[in-house]
């Protein structure tokens, strides 16, 4: 143990990795053929009646292969092997419950930052697990004491950070869940699609019990006396995907709480970043929770939800140092409200005539979606303000989609007046040609927009016919 641990803070890590692979072989070697616990190396100097007891050597002993596990789950780790790291980790903190060595804090963040490893692979019984025994085992740390009382007010500001971390794993976990499902729900237009709702249903029926029963058994953590509490905690929530809204809605109620309870620390005072991703991560939960709900008027106040805590989190930051930060607002803003104009205009179909209220709703609706993307886009420009000739990598599918929404938001916009909605159309088609030519230009970015592209080109097509018509028709009056 001692030599890996010598090499692997040499960064040395292969060596490292071949005297703990060997000292993993020893133990499971000496306990297949002796079984009983040696003697510590402490005992050679001490006298016969001080000798330890075997309860005492059996400990010890096991305490050193749980170091073995230990720092081979971190030498995994670095080699990237992360499947054999995440078991080596989820080993570790079994043992160390079993045989009580472990400080709770550690552990408990510890088995919050493999829960995130689980729900990387979308294991959610897994993640949940080990989130809901980071919980109990963080509360044996003691109450996370006020801000008033000063006594080692280093040591609580600690423990409120990292109360505030394993809530924001949670949060994590519920915004997975609902993404997820959502992926399994959908139909080829983004919507919710009922016969796949049936189906799942019918097949989560099915598989409910022997799945739970298979799977418990290759994650439970803890001894008897903080089972329970693991067990009462993981009921909060499900683990399985939500198929309708109800379902849907239990999981959104468990990661708005803790959205609460990671935004008393992480304060927009001192940890910006991190506050500003706590609220990105709200706003995801509404836009998920959308998805599940039938009414659009009650999906459009969810979408106004999330603008209402984006927009002073914007307007309060200054690009210069937060580019990257204000670029993600901007678009996520622009898709808020493009996705409210959609919705608007579904419910506006649904009228015999338009009132002139509605029209007005979907044309500022519009109108605020350009003006996030149109932001977004003058981001991209250099100091002169000229808007680069090839977009880099990371910027070019929001960039051309940017594009592509405002190319329809002008055809969206309702005018009585005939000269403005030719200048419209015109502002449409010239947005529509920027992703067509832009596309010819530079093949490899054909790719990233398919569907953009097929559409711009098919406006492309249509639009200047639909704009002499236009115009014949005001020919009388010019």
């Known amino acids: 143990n001692n030599l890996g641990i010598l090499w692997s803070e040499r960064d040395e890590i292969k060596t490292a990795q071949t005297y703990l692979e060997s000292a993993e072989a020893l133990y499971n070697q000496y306990m297949k053929e002796d079984g009983h616990p040696p003697q510590d190396p402490s005992e050679h100097f001490m006298a016969e009646e001080e000798k330890l007891t075997d309860q005492e050597r059996s400990k010890r002993f096991e305490k050193a292969y749980t170091h073995t596990l230990y720092y081979l789950a971190q030498v ?33 963040l510890n ?83 009922p016969d796949r709702q049936l189906e799942l249903k019918a097949q989560r029926k099915k598989e409910e019990d022997e799945k739970e029963n298979g799977r418990k058994k290759a994650v439970l953590f803890g001894t008897s006396d903080i089972y329970d509490s693991v067990l009462a905690m993981e009921e909060k929530v499900s ?18 709480n803790y959205v609460q309870e990671a935004k008393e620390f992480f304060q927009v005072d001192g940890y910006v970043t991190d506050h500003i ?31 209402d805590m984006l927009e002073p989190l914007y307007a309060d930051l200054n690009p210069q140092y937060y580019l990257l930060i204000s670029r993600q607002l901007q678009f996520e ?24 209220h509605t029209i007005k709703k979907i044309n500022s609706l519009a ?93 492309v097509g249509l639009l200047p016919t639909r704009m002499e018509r236009l115009r014949a028709k005001l020919c009388p009056f010019i």
């Open 76 to 108: 995994y780790q670095h080699l990237e092997m992360t499947e054999k790291a995440a078991q080596y980790c989820h080993t570790t903190l079994k043992r160390q419950l079993e045989y009580c060595g472990y400080y709770p804090v550690e552990w408990a």
């Open 333 to 356: 803003l622009a898709d808020t409200y493009y996705e409210m104009m959609d919705l608007k205009v579904a419910l506006g179909n649904r009228l015999e005539e338009l009132d002139s």
């Open 111 to 193: 088995a919050a930052t493999l829960s995130q490893y689980y729900l990387s692979k979308q294991c959610f019984m897994e993640s949940r697990h080990c989130l809901a025994a980071a919980s109990v085992i963080f509360s044996q740390a003691g109450q996370v004491p006020s801000a008033e009382d000063s006594e080692a007010e280093q040591d609580q500001q600690d423990l409120r950070q990292r109360k505030a971390e394993i809530a924001r794993c949670w949060i994590k976990y519920c915004l997975n869940l609902l993404q997820s499902a959502r992926k399994l729900l959908e139909d080829n237009v983004g919507e919710l699609d």
């Open 277 to 307: 991703e706590i609220v990105q991560d709200h706003s995801a939960l509404f836009k998920v929770l959308a998805f599940f709900e039938e009414d659009y008027e009650r999906r459009c106040k969810m979408h106004k939800r999330r603008v």
């Open 367 to 459: 109108q605020l979606a350009i003006k996030y993307y149109e932001l977004f886009l003058d981001s991209l420009r250099n100091p002169d303000k000229v808007f680069p000739e090839k977009l880099e990598e990371d910027v070019l599918r929001p960039a051309m989609v940017a594009k592509f929404h405002i190319a329809r938001l002008y055809g969206k916009l309702i005018t009585a007046d005939s000269k403005k909605q030719l200048e419209n159309m015109q502002t449409s088609l010239e947005y529509y040609t920027f992703l067509v030519d832009y596309c010819e230009k530079y093949p490899d970015a054909v790719h990233t927009v398919e569907t953009e592209l097929e559409l711009s080109k098919e406006m």
């Open 239 to 256: 683990s399985l995907y939500p198929l309708d809204f109800q379902e849907a809605r239990e999981i959104f109620l468990v990661g708005q």
